[in-house]
């Protein structure tokens, strides 16, 4: 037996709720891992308060994120002690998750836990901090250096923003954090930037080309403050698109993109390639200020994530959830 974040739906609605229930439950995969640590991302928290159609299959267990030791495999690269993490390939939206004690996956779904890395802190980085890495990587593969200007981080209190901002700070960028809760600016520079300005300055509707400043730009919000980062960035700058936590949609024009030589890079954390994830976690392991990652981390158990995830809907959180789930 294990307990899990169960969520079923019926003619009712649908219900997430702390459940025990038997391995043999467990879905088809050829590697079975004991989990140690999950956590809480946006997309989770849609899930469980079933804000937005996340889960395709249900019952489900939520959690796109673990981190833990194998405990049996078919698979030729893993074997029992081995530990692991896994990020994305759709568990905990149409394949069992994270938020339980055990699970079962294709191997070609994990990577290795780095060694620097213990269980716990992997999921304080979680998807978040991965998917910030891959954008960070992103504007360094397409020429923004230090010396071209500030970078601009959106959704600056949320997980991807906070490590986003930890990690650029470490590379000696000059980051620029956008966020509607100016009462966090003290938080925001502990981990690194050099200013925070309000996020309304972005969310309204703007011009086709505004003044240019940004180097460089991580956007976690999409919509207008996507187009309008767009908008207000140099001449051959780079703006690395990860998220949509103001809309899905994108109100600009192409004027930046032909008359700056902007580059709009997407960054896709679920599918991405084996070696871009080793590559991520690589840089994640050794560049990123552990005493940054503890200031914005705080810890629940597995009963409490419910709770935890109207709290990050509502706007409670800052940083990241780590979700004990042996607890």
Not at 53 to 61: A, C, D, E, Q, S
Not at 130 to 158: C, F, N, P, Q, W
Not at 224 to 249: E, I, P, R, S
């Amino acid at each position: 037996m294990f307990n899990a974040i169960l969520i079923e739906k019926s003619d009712a609605g649908v219900d997430a709720r702390l459940a025990s229930l038997e391995d043999v439950a467990l879905p088809e995969g050829d590697v079975t891992v004991r989990i140690e640590h999950s956590t809480l991302n946006y997309k989770d928290a849609l899930a469980i308060t079933n804000r937005a159609p996340v889960v395709r299959k249900w019952p489900m267990i939520p959690g796109i994120d673990f981190a833990g030791t194998v405990e049996a495999s078919a698979h030729p690269d893993w074997k029992p002690g081995d530990a692991v993490l896994l990020n994305g390939w759709g568990v905990g939206e149409t394949h069992w998750g994270g938020l339980a004690q055990k699970a079962r996956v294709s191997g070609d779904w994990l990577i290795a836990l780095p060694a620097k890395l213990s269980a716990r802190d992997a999921m304080a980085i979680g998807t978040a901090g991965y998917t910030a890495m891959l954008a960070a990587m992103a504007l360094e593969r397409h020429g923004v250096d230090k010396s071209k200007g500030e970078i601009l981080v959106t959704g600056a209190s949320g997980g991807v923003g906070s490590i986003a901002i930890a990690i650029l700070a470490g590379w000696g960028y000059t980051v620029v954090a956008s966020t509607g809760k100016l009462d966090e600016a003290d938080y925001l520079k502990s981990l690194g930037a050099a200013e925070v300005i309000d996020r309304a300055t972005l969310s309204s509707p703007g011009k086709p080309l505004g003044k240019e400043r940004w180097a460089g730009v991580i956007d976690s919000v999409g919509s207008h403050t996507l187009a309008n980062a767009c908008a207000t960035t140099k001449y051959g700058g780079v703006v690395a698109a990860c998220g949509l936590a103001q809309g899905m949609d994108f109100p600009a024009t192409v004027a930046p993109f032909i008359l700056r030589g902007v580059t709009l890079a997407g960054i896709d954390s679920v599918y991405a390639p084996k070696a871009s994830r080793n590559d991520a976690w690589k840089k994640l392991a050794s560049d990123l200020d552990r005493a940054r990652l503890a200031s914005i981390t705080r810890d629940v158990v597995l009963a409490e994530a419910i709770a935890a995830a109207g709290d990050l809907m509502a706007g409670k959180v800052r940083g990241r959830i780590v979700v004990d789930v042996n607890r």
